[in-house]
C-alpha cells in the first residue's frame, strides 16, 4: 500500500481478464498501464512500483547442465550478437548473460550487486544468480532462447547426416 500511495494511487483495485496465459504474464500485462509490477516474497507476489521491485532481488537457481554439457568448445568471448551455441564453459554464459540481461545491473556495471556463482552439485552444473524479478525473467527467456538455438542446430546437423549420401563400400 506504501508504494501505491507514493505513487498517487489511491485505489489498487484492478479488473482484468485473460485466458490461457501464464500467472506471470497476466501480472505484466494488468499492471504495466498503471506503472506497477509485481516481486516474489516470502511465496507471496506483493504489487509494488517499478522501483521498489528493482530494489528487492532475489536468487535464483538455474539448471545449466544441458548448456555446457551440450556445447562445443569455444575461445571466443560471448557476445550479443555472436551464434548461441558456441557456448562452453560456466565463464561463458555468465558472460553472455551479463552483458544480456540489465548490464548496467550488475557487479561490474553500475548498479547493485547480483552476481552469478557457478556450482557443480554432483552431475548437475548449477548458476546462482541474485536479480530482480525483471530481471529473472529476460535470464529464463535468454536461456529458452539458447536452448532453442541449441536444439534448432542439433536437428539441422541430424537432418543433414540422415540425407548425406554415404560413400561407396
Not at 501480472?27 to 507471496?44: F, G, I, Q, S, W
Not at 529473472?136 to 536461456?143: V, Y
Not at 534448432?152 to 561407396?168: D, F, G, L, Y
Amino acid at each position: 500500500k506504501r508504494a501505491f500511495e507514493e505513487i498517487g494511487l489511491d485505489d489498487p483495485r484492478i479488473s482484468f481478464e485473460a485466458d490461457s496465459i501464464q500467472l506471470r504474464s497476466a501480472l505484466l500485462l494488468m499492471l504495466e498501464p498503471l506503472e506497477l509490477t509485481y516481486v516474489v516474497h516470502l511465496e507471496a507476489i506483493v504489487l509494488t512500483t517499478q522501483q521498489s521491485a528493482d530494489d528487492n532481488w532475489r536468487a535464483v537457481v538455474y539448471n545449466v547442465t544441458d548448456l555446457i554439457d551440450a556445447a562445443r568448445p569455444s575461445l571466443a568471448t560471448p557476445s550479443r550478437d555472436a551464434p548461441l551455441p558456441e557456448l562452453v564453459d560456466f565463464a561463458s554464459l555468465i558472460t553472455l548473460i551479463e552483458i544480456s540481461v540489465r548490464p548496467d545491473t550488475w557487479s561490474a556495471g553500475s548498479g547493485p550487486s547480483s552476481d552469478c556463482l557457478s556450482m557443480m552439485v554432483k552431475d548437475k552444473k548449477l548458476l546462482i544468480i541474485r536479480q530482480s524479478e525483471h530481471g529473472h525473467l529476460d535470464i529464463e527467456n535468454l536461456l529458452a532462447s539458447i536452448r532453442r538455438e541449441m536444439n534448432r542446430n542439433r536437428h539441422q546437423v541430424s537432418t543433414e547426416q540422415s540425407i548425406a549420401p554415404k560413400p561407396p563400400s
